[in-house]
């Protein structure tokens, strides 16, 4: 059993946590966190040993148990995931590396955190052994997970997509905006094109980034043009074969994410939390161009507290060469329960 | 094993229904549905006998078998409950009395709906053996579960609640307000004070509504001017105590329904559902006043979609006689895991 | 003076009632409404003579003065525009051809209402001397402006755009979504493709609509293949060029339809109008393909209230043979401060 | 003419020197930012004279001329008001004081910055010739004007407010919460009743505050305790008489804050600004008690943005000794035009 520890117990970490102790061939050696907080004392209920990322004095202070100090939990582990918020894990890097225990980074560290960013459909073999693999960030997962399979099957020219991105998440109610549609960033293209390129080096993509008052999920305005004619039928059969992402039918009534949400809190999914993208079946349009390509559309959803988690768990088994993709993704969809 | 019908399986209906089948003394009969959209997929997915509330073409157009019509999951099952929208049930009721099947109603329906108006803290004895009884509302049953153990102990003078309603539910996208806080009614008191005096017909109450452009829960701010002067310590002890009331400590770090809601889901609970009432600790407050009375403040946030559900199970008890008062909140409390 | 009725007096209805008033060669003959509430004691404020939509009785009772019914209104007019809801234009086309006043309808009504769609960029020349003309809705018009400059400078070889469009104007409380970003419509391309081409009917574009929890301004997100590679400077200097299109620049510190609109509130326009297109300096960006065309990509923001009110004025000035384009642009510019 | 010069030009700070502005007795000796972005635009387009409050290096690496720096406003000025944000107020007290400049600040300071809290309604003539005085925050000056003729004209025994408030202003993009319903603070009573009574040291008030994803105005539900038994009648004629009260009637069909806000910029209102307390004609409720006392609940939007406008421009001839309190309203209500 490969011992996974995890530095920052929170919207990301605490997800990961419950992913890794799901799957048949790791376990969780403890987690950090700062606070005693409600997510402490949700630690403590799952019975997850807790380390304090910093001070032990404010757990001790609210009466809960910490098993030591965040650097004895590195030690222990085979390999430790970093959930701490962006930028705090590049500076986390040194202990990583003094330890020799191989890192997982999150998508809100520079790609220079580490040699390899990471997709489990797109590029799993490149993490193989690796000593530091970066998670791409929501956003890039659910580009990567779409780019995938259209691009292997029809090859992209060019994708232009436009990024509408919740300002918080639920718990964070310190952000904003409450009444505003802000280009953000207001550049083109926004920084989620260059990311995706850490995944697909040779791809042609432009992203435009925006931010509006929701917190559930971030949706995307995708334009594709492909170097080939499918049918929409094609497409769609096509998409729903992969098993990270749900292509949605009009049958179902699920106007947006709030209804999307409500589906798989009503399916008993742990914290209704969707992994999959989510693709509505009756935006999937193709519209042929000259030279036999075509412009392909389409909505997705993609839930940004959520989609990260099976592919942290992949980047695991990569990093410690557990399995190779196929394997290890098929392990991990059917220990969560993804794509049911 | 008592047979349960649900008619209706919204977000009250398909909570009821869950409910129900996690008790150990009845059953769900099966429940009824107008349109086969992701909530029928739901009710499937459950294993629920799905019977038509009109017409059954839409369902087998999409594929989804149906049990029968309504009035036959009616005359099957021992009780019904009506969870269909606001004045719907009230013309349901034809067909209940006419099958003599006992009725349980939900608090959108006018009190004139049913003999006894129930909240199985404050009168649950009322409904023992009636033919119909009506759930009071959301915002009616959170607040007679707090007035009920201060009348009891203290003697309240004069209630006064601010109740700061969510403008929708998550999935409902097509209401509003978008931006804007809005006296709903503008009048005072609005109708939860002659609402509350349903279930305690003496008590001295005035209720004043707004709406915001919020989904997940209710927050309402509340003075009681008691006729005593307890410290702010022992009312904290006595709602303590209460199975439908949580008080959220201070150091957990919640500020809002957001963090609360989160808090739940992470705990693993069904839909991440808040039965009880949510009272912050940190805002009970007693100031004396002259002759011994004393005024007391409380915030309190209230799940809309899921606080009257163990109510309708205990009114499901109480109808058909299963149980007395405390036995059968017990029971109902153990089976959903309320107040842990 | 030409003589103009202007049937509904709402959002847009009072904004092209005042343009009107501004225009030298123009004069309100009347307004018709429905109901005695707050626009209607604007109406009467302003000295505009009220008529009654419908009943003269609810105007009676709430004590304001109606000048009569509004086929008298329309008797008297010269021009009427049609400011009513979606959809009541077209009930309201009988009057206006049994009494042979010329009409100006909204872009609320389908296409088929009248000869000429219009947009005073693009064709002000084919509604000269119309029966009837229908100016397009504020989407349409926003993106009519960008496109026709760019359209003759440099040639389009297609446009794809995302437009996130504000849930309801901010006196709409009814209007969601309160937290969600809904696909809408879900399919592609949106109503606004084909209503772009009744202005552009050899365009290529495709259009995808969304809704979000915002109420000041839609925001789009624009990509046009242009048959040409400008620099993204010599695409600036076009676009600020033009009258109806405000280039805003970096330094202003303006991050979206917040501080925009607290701009224009504060520089004294009535209401805070934005008249003309927002477009983000910062944004426009161009991107060299293969055979000498480009990608260029910008956001703009569109003041849904605002923008077709000029429009209605030149459209009115088309109808009745006033003035040519440019100098009726020019003539509508001056009078209401647009572009300063 | 007496020289006002304002440091700080952001939502009050520009309002305020229009006000000032607007005044026959006053004139702007200048205004002082830190930042050349829109507002510093508005500045310059009104003609005000520009000076810097920290470095001048940004500004004309803007291109906007500065008149010097803040020192040299403060010299030139008879009085200063200080409109920086909440806490920058106190540290630049050194400098009015050095400069012996009379200052007025405002409701963002501790109330210990100056030695008289002000309120043009209840307290003008403590302000009379003092060095330094505050204008309290918007919430105490809307509480203090409608308690202020209750008091004189029936007593109040005591005021139980639930203050729900808007997240941030509409430019405020940072600021949530996006989904959310605050207890703020959880703690009660709120910091506002505490400043209440430093305009009435006397009263007994208890204050819930809450915040709420909205922009435009906060909403008050107030319960006030008379020492009489008006009729709903009699409170409404005497909150009516008051000049920075609008009983709002029914008859206009305004639900909240959207459209009052629409209602006053229609009306071309200079940014659409709400100076008085709105009241809600509907929700003047009177309700016997015991002992000849009542119990009297209305709910009111306040326009945080404006309404403490006018009471400075009364602070400034307290201060300066230009008028009595009733002369130095009316004159600042006919300049403003406040009250029709
Ligand atoms: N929330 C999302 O939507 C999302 C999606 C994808 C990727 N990410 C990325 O995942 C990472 C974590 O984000 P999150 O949203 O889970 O953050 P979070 O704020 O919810 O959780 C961070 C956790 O780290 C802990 N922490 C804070 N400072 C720390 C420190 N100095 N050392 C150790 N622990 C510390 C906190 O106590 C908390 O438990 C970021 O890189 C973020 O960009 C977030
Ligand atoms: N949603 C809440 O927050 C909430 C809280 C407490 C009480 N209530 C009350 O509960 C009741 C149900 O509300 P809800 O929110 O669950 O509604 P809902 O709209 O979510 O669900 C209503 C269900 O009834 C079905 N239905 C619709 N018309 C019907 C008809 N004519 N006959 C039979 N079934 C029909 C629908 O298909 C749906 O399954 C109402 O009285 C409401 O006031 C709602
Ligand atoms: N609001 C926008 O953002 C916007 C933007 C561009 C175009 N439009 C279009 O402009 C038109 C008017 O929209 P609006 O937003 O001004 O609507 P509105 O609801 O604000 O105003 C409509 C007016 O028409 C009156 N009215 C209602 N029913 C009527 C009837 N049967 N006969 C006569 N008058 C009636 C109402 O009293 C009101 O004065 C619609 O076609 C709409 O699609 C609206
Ligand atoms: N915005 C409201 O709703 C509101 C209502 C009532 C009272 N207030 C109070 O009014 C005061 C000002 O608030 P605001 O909302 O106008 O703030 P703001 O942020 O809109 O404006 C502040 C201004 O001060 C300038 N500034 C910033 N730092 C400065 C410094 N160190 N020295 C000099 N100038 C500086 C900024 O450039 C800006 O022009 C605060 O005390 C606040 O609490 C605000």
Chains 1, 2, 3, 4 share one sequence.
């Not at 390129?197 to 993509?205: G, N």
């Not at 992203?207 to 049918?231: C, D, E, W």
């Not at 559309?297 to 990093?319: G, K, M, S």
């Amino acid at each position: 059993m490969l011992r996974v520890g995890i530095n920052g117990f929170g919207t990301i970490g605490k997800r990961v946590a419950d992913a890794v102790r799901a799957q048949p061939d790791m376990t969780v050696a403890g987690v950090a966190k700062r606070t005693p907080d409600y997510e402490a004392e949700i630690a403590r209920d799952r019975g997850y040993s807790l380390f304090a990322a910093a001070e032990t004095t404010p757990f001790t202070a609210a009466g809960i148990d910490v098993a030591g100090q965040v650097r004895q939990l590195v030690a222990a582990s085979d390999v430790v995931v970093d959930a701490t918020p962006a930028g705090v894990g590049e500076r986390n890097r040194a202990l990583y590396e003094e330890l020799e225990t191989p890192a997982i980074y999150q998508g809100g560290e520079d790609a220079s955190v580490a040699p390899v960013s990471f997709n489990a459909r797109a590029n799993y073999d490149e993490a193989v052994g690796a000593d530091a693999v970066r998670v791409v960030s929501c956003n890039t997962t659910g580009l990567s997970r779409v780019l995938a399979p259209l691009e292997e099957r029809y090859g992209i020219e060019k994708v232009r997509a436009t990024l509408v991105r919740r300002g918080g998440d639920p718990s964070q109610t310190g952000r904003g905006p409450i009444n505003d549609t802000l280009p953000d960033p207001v550049s083109i293209p926004s920084h989620h094109a260059p990311d995706v390129k850490t995944v697909f080096p040779e791809l042609s993509i432009d992203t435009m980034g925006m931010k509006v008052p929701a917190t559930l999920m971030h949706t995307h305005a995708i334009n594709l043009t492909l170097r080939a004619t499918p049918t929409a039928e094609d497409v769609r059969d096509l998409l729903t074969a992969e098993g990270r992402l749900l292509v949605i039918p009009e049958r179902l009534g699920i106007d947006g994410a709030g209804k999307l949400k409500e589906y798989t809190r009503d399916a008993g999914r742990p914290r209704g939390d969707v992994w999959e993208n989510c693709i509505w079946a009756e935006s999937l349009t193709v519209e042929p161009l000259s030279d036999g390509r075509a412009d392909c559309y389409l909505f997705q959803a993609i839930h940004q507290e959520a989609d990260v988690v099976p592919e942290n768990v992949d980047a695991i088994r990569a990093i410690a060469g557990l399995a190779d993709g196929p394997e290890s993704v098929e392990r991990t969809n059917e220990a969560l329960g993804i794509g049911c």
